[in-house]
């Protein structure tokens, strides 16, 4: 479904964070991204969200080159993605009303948008629909994640990116909302693809793991991890062993 | 701030008035009792229209820079490149006491009401360009790249991020700045005018001699004054709301 075909990348005078670089992500898998600060991993997000461009090589997501932010693909950061001067529920209806502003134009919109604005079952899905007449400032960091991912969600994506979504939370919380994301994509059957620095989180979400090294990435370093996101996981040794694999490569990676 | 405690801070200032009155007990200081019933009756003489002429300059000057510095500073304050440039030259005239350019601006644009409503404008604009200015700046850049991921283009984007984070900014200015431009009106009244507040307690205690006039005059200036920050301290609660709570 999405096809990275010899991505060359890089911030003009710097050596290129990506060359040549290869990899293909299919329908309904999800993806963890991990490396060390600064090998590119929320470069590579933003590229496949279509806010930074390549250098050179191309990005195509279901036959379409990315030159732009496609509508079918949602984006989630770690913070600040959400108007400090609007309610949880203005929030959570923000894409709607931005698809409804420019109606659908195939562009900022799908061509099959049809104007709706309700965004209450989203709320109740996300448990924070009696948090809807409340500001950003005033409800806890978890449930604001839950109101960007709400509001994300009620696109209907096909593909979810996030990055580092989660670490600014209490491990509980944390861990409720990775179970919630997974949970939520296998109903929803979206491709996630999460971007993270955390060892844990990787092995907990991503059912294949992408590790980036030092720049430049010429190759991806692929794990597989299949049994990810079932109940329990994180019990196994499995569990244990694949943090263990990357711990070990990340280490290796750090001169 | 309790309205309550408003009021009782605007009784205890009377009181001290009547007080220094009592105790100076000369004509150029009449007390608050005798000045405001001479300010009901000079509003039926004309009190009211100097009044609505200083408003209306007020009035016309804020909009006018509202309605060009706000552009203006979310242009800066949307572009890197563009604030480099602009920014030295706003940060030369900014400090300057625009007060100096009142005889400057009556050269120019005479006697009518176009000089007050300009110097009123040069007051406020550069209050509020750097303000909204500061604010467009100081968004997030996460807060984009959400709403660029949601399908926001250039439009939506002014209209969903740069206008409503520029509201809290304009009123911040206004509220800054609306008692210096009510001041400068002042100023501006003494020349070349016989309409407006300034013009009115001028010629009463100047000319005329006649001091409870002139105080029903300052009285009027002041409550114009209050009255406009009131104003903005009101729209912020509209329009703001997002700032009161917790």
Same mark, same amino acid.
């Given at each position: 479904?999405?096809?990275?075909?010899?991505?060359?990348?890089?911030?003009?005078?710097?050596?290129?964070?990506?060359?040549?670089?290869?990899?293909?992500?299919?329908?309904?898998?999800?993806?963890?991204?991990?490396?060390?600060?600064?090998?590119?991993?929320?470069?590579?997000?933003?590229?496949?969200?279509?806010?930074?461009?390549?250098?050179?090589?191309?990005?195509?997501?279901?036959?379409?080159?990315?030159?732009?932010?496609?509508?079918?693909?949602?984006?989630?950061?770690?913070?600040?993605?959400?108007?400090?001067?609007?309610?949880?529920?203005?929030?959570?209806?923000?894409?709607?009303?931005?698809?409804?502003?420019?109606?659908?134009?195939?562009?900022?919109? &799908?061509?099959?948008?049809?104007?709706?604005?309700?965004? +209450?079952?989203?709320?109740?899905?996300?448990?924070?629909?009696?948090?809807?007449?409340?500001? &950003?400032?005033?409800?806890?960091?978890?449930?604001?994640?839950?109101?960007?991912?709400?509001?994300?969600?009620?696109?209907?994506?096909?593909?979810?990116? +996030?990055?580092?979504?989660?670490?600014?939370?209490?491990?509980?919380?944390?861990?409720?909302?990775?179970?919630?994301?997974?949970?939520?994509?296998?109903?929803?059957?979206?491709?996630?693809? +999460?971007?993270?620095?955390?060892?844990?989180?990787?092995?907990? +979400?991503?059912?294949?793991?992408?590790?980036?090294?030092?720049? &430049?990435?010429?190759?991806?370093?692929?794990?597989?991890?299949?049994?990810?996101?079932?109940?329990?996981?994180?019990?196994?040794?499995?569990?244990?062993?694949?943090?263990?694999?990357?711990?070990?490569?990340?280490?290796?990676?750090?001169? | 701030?309790?309205?309550?405690?408003?009021?009782?801070?605007?009784?205890?200032?009377?009181?001290?008035?009547?007080?220094?009155?009592?105790? !100076?007990?000369?004509?150029?200081?009449?007390?608050?009792? !005798?000045?405001?019933?001479?300010?009901?009756?000079?509003?039926?003489?004309?009190?009211?229209?100097?009044?609505?002429?200083?408003?209306?300059?007020?009035?016309?000057?804020?909009?006018?820079?509202?309605?060009?510095?706000?552009?203006?500073?979310?242009?800066?304050?949307?572009?890197?490149?563009?604030?480099?440039?602009?920014?030295?030259?706003?940060?030369? /005239?900014?400090?300057?006491?625009?007060? !100096?350019?009142?005889?400057?601006?009556?050269?120019?644009?005479?006697?009518?009401?176009? *000089?007050?409503?300009?110097?009123?404008?040069?007051?406020?604009?550069? %209050?509020?360009?750097?303000?909204?200015?500061?604010?467009?700046? *100081?968004?997030?850049?996460?807060?984009?790249?959400?709403?660029?991921?949601?399908?926001?283009?250039?439009?939506?984007?002014?209209?969903?991020?740069?206008?409503?984070?520029?509201?809290?900014?304009?009123?911040?200015?206004?509220?800054?700045?609306?008692?210096?431009?009510? *001041?400068?009106?002042?100023?501006?009244?003494?020349?070349?005018? %016989?309409?407006?507040?300034?013009?009115?307690?001028?010629?009463?205690?100047?000319?005329?001699?006649?001091?409870?006039?002139?105080?029903?005059?300052?009285?009027?200036?002041?409550?114009?004054?209050?009255?406009?920050?009131?104003?903005?301290?009101? /729209?912020?609660?509209?329009?703001?709301?997002?700032?009161?709570?917790?």
């Amino acid at each position: 479904m999405i096809r990275v075909h010899s991505l060359t990348f890089g911030y003009s005078q710097q050596l290129p964070i990506f060359q040549s670089f290869d990899w293909t992500v299919e329908r309904g898998e999800t993806w963890a991204i991990i490396g060390s600060s600064g090998c590119g991993k929320t470069s590579l997000l933003y590229l496949l969200a279509g806010l930074l461009k390549p250098t050179s090589g191309e990005i195509s997501i279901e036959g379409e080159v990315i030159a732009r932010p496609r509508p079918g693909t949602g984006l989630i950061l770690q913070e600040y993605g959400l108007l400090p001067w609007s309610t949880v529920r203005q929030n959570a209806e923000l894409g709607l009303r931005v698809r409804n502003f420019y109606g659908p134009d195939g562009r900022h919109a &799908p061509q099959s948008h049809q104007r709706s604005q309700n965004i +209450m079952p989203w709320l109740e899905r996300l448990g924070i629909a009696h948090l809807a007449d409340k500001y &950003p400032s005033q409800i806890s960091g978890g449930e604001r994640q839950r109101t960007a991912i709400a509001r994300t969600l009620a696109l209907h994506p096909d593909i979810l990116l +996030m990055d580092e979504p989660f670490s600014s939370l209490d491990a509980v919380i944390r861990e409720d909302l990775q179970s919630l994301t997974l949970e939520l994509c296998e109903e929803q059957g979206i491709t996630l693809i +999460m971007v993270t620095h955390a060892i844990e989180e990787a092995a907990v +979400m991503g059912r294949k793991i992408l590790l980036l090294g030092q720049p &430049p990435n010429t190759k991806p370093g692929i794990f597989a991890n299949q049994n990810a996101g079932n109940a329990e996981y994180r019990q196994t040794n499995e569990y244990l062993e694949i943090c263990k694999t990357l711990r070990r490569e990340l280490n290796d990676e750090t001169p | 701030m309790k309205r309550r405690d408003v009021l009782l801070a605007a009784l205890g200032l009377l009181i001290l008035w009547q007080a220094a009155a009592m105790l !100076v007990n000369r004509p150029i200081l009449p007390t608050p009792i !005798v000045v405001t019933r001479v300010f009901f009756s000079e509003l039926t003489r004309g009190l009211s229209d100097h009044a609505l002429a200083s408003l209306w300059r007020v009035m016309a000057g804020t909009m006018l820079s509202v309605l060009t510095a706000v552009p203006a500073g979310l242009a800066v304050g949307g572009s890197a490149r563009l604030n480099r440039f602009v920014s030295p030259i706003i940060y030369l /005239l900014y400090p300057i006491p625009k007060v !100096v350019f009142v005889p400057v601006i009556l050269l120019f644009l005479g006697i009518g009401d176009a *000089a007050k409503i300009a110097i009123i404008f040069l007051i406020l604009f550069f %209050q509020i360009v750097v303000l909204v200015r500061d604010q467009a700046a *100081a968004l997030p850049p996460q807060l984009f790249q959400s709403l660029r991921s949601l399908g926001a283009g250039r439009r939506a984007l002014f209209r969903f991020v740069y206008l409503p984070a520029s509201l809290p900014a304009i009123l911040t200015a206004l509220r800054q700045s609306v008692g210096t431009a009510v *001041a400068v009106l002042y100023i501006a009244e003494l020349f070349a005018t %016989q309409r407006g507040l300034g013009y009115y307690i001028y010629y009463n205690g100047s000319t005329l001699l006649n001091y409870p006039a002139m105080y029903a005059g300052v009285i009027a200036m002041s409550l114009l004054g209050l009255g406009l920050y009131f104003t903005v301290d009101w /729209l912020e609660r509209i329009l703001c709301p997002w700032k009161f709570v917790n």
